[in-house]
Each structure stands twice: as C-alpha cells, then as structure tokens.
C-alpha cells in the first residue's frame, strides 16, 4: 500500500513524539533554547536547576526542582509541570555540579522537609 509523503511524515511523526518518555526520579536539566522560558514562567534560575520528574502525563511530566542560591542555600519547587521535550538528561561528567547536587539532596522529601521552598524563602 502507497501512503502519500505527507500522511508518512505524519505517521512518522506520531511514532516519535508517543516514545518520548521520562525515566521518573532521575535528573534533568532545562535545555538552553528553553531557559527564558522556564526563568520567566516560573521564577526559577533555569541554568543551576535540577528536574526531577516525579509523575509523567503523555508528553508533559510534573517536576520537583532543586538548585542553589548564590548564597549556597538549597532552594526546590515541587509539582511544576514541564515538557518532556524541554529537558535533557544530566551527564554526571559535564554536569557535575548540577549531578552533585542532585546526588546529595535526591532523597530529600522537600514536602516534609525543613528546606525552604521559594515562597518560604522570600
């Protein structure tokens, strides 16, 4: 059976973005292109954060982040929602600081946890 180039593309397209998934409590990091985006939306300082996907709907994933001020002092912000698309896996040689932190604090339960989250620090 033929299929036009176009329904190909489609069903080629469909294919790669239902295989995207999140491998949960695992770190991430924003990609460059997306920093603004995330910094703008949610306050946060996109190039120090670590993501952790915690729950995975589809394409989109709800997200603890953690990262550090310039004061040393670990901040989080729990249950954000971020594209899957937008984060990349972290490298425990090229990302060592951001796999550091994530290595010390990731089971840290900031829920129950003294560690301040944004609102309490402000």
């Known amino acids: 059976m033929l299929i036009p180039t176009n329904a190909r593309y489609f069903q080629s397209f469909i294919i790669n973005t239902a295989m995207i998934k999140a491998n949960l409590n ?6 460059p ?6 910094q703008k939306h949610y306050d ?3 190039e120090n954060c ?30 954000l929602m971020f594209d899957l698309t937008n984060l990349e896996s972290l490298s425990a040689i090229k ?3 951001l796999y550091e932190l994530w290595e ?7 829920s129950l ?4 989250s944004v609102s309490d620090a402000n």
């Open 104 to 110: 010390s604090h990731h089971n840290h339960d900031f």
């Open 95 to 97: 990302d060592f600081i």
């Open 44 to 46: 946060l300082p996109s």
């Open 50 to 79: 670590v993501v952790v996907p915690t729950k995975a709907y589809g394409d989109q994933a709800v997200c603890n982040v953690m990262w550090k001020n310039d004061t040393g002092q670990l901040l989080h912000k729990a249950d």
């Open 113 to 116: 946890s003294n560690t301040p």
């Open 33 to 38: 292109s997306k920093y603004k985006r995330y």
């Open 26 to 31: 695992t770190p991430y990091k924003i990609l």
